[in-house]
Nanobody, 125 residues
Framework: VQLQASGGGLVQAGGSLRLSCAASGLTFRGYTVGWFRQAPGKEREFVAGIRRNGGSTHYPDSVKGRFTISRDNAKNTVYLQMNSLKPEDTAVYYC???????????????????WGQGTQVTVSS
């Protein structure tokens, strides 16, 4: 199983980026997929999740209204559209997949089974 995160880069504050997470060896449709980020000197934190059953989405308040997670089952890819980016969004972004997550645990890193390698997002002021 491999998750490949891509799409990071350097963007000015207020700009947008779309991250992609492509899976091989598993079918995303059967998994809850989450995006997490880790800034230098900080712990990794949850930024978005999409559940396998019904595809409901979930976000922390820090990104709600600016980030959108979606999935394309035909391409076996999950996306994270990030708008109105702020310098504090600068981090390495990781995607992860977990099969047996209940709603209350969607933000818990240890509930995910597979992780991608991360992609750097840098937002300049």
């Amino acid at each position: 199983v491999q998750l490949q995160a891509s799409g990071g880069g350097l963007v000015q504050a207020g700009g947008s980026l779309r991250l992609s997470c492509a899976a091989s060896g598993l079918t995303f449709r059967g998994y809850t997929v989450g995006w997490f980020r880790q800034a230098p000197g900080k712990e990794r934190e949850f930024v978005a999740g999409i559940r396998r059953n019904g595809g409901s989405t979930h976000y922390p308040d820090s990104v709600k209204g600016r980030f959108t997670i979606s999935r394309d089952n035909a391409k076996n890819t999950v996306y994270l559209q990030m708008n109105s980016l702020k310098p504090e969004d600068t981090a390495v972004y990781y995607c992860a997949a977990g099969r047996d997550l209940i709603l209350s645990s969607i933000s818990y890193q240890n509930r995910y089974d597979y992780w991608g390698q991360g992609t750097q997002v840098t937002v300049s002021s």
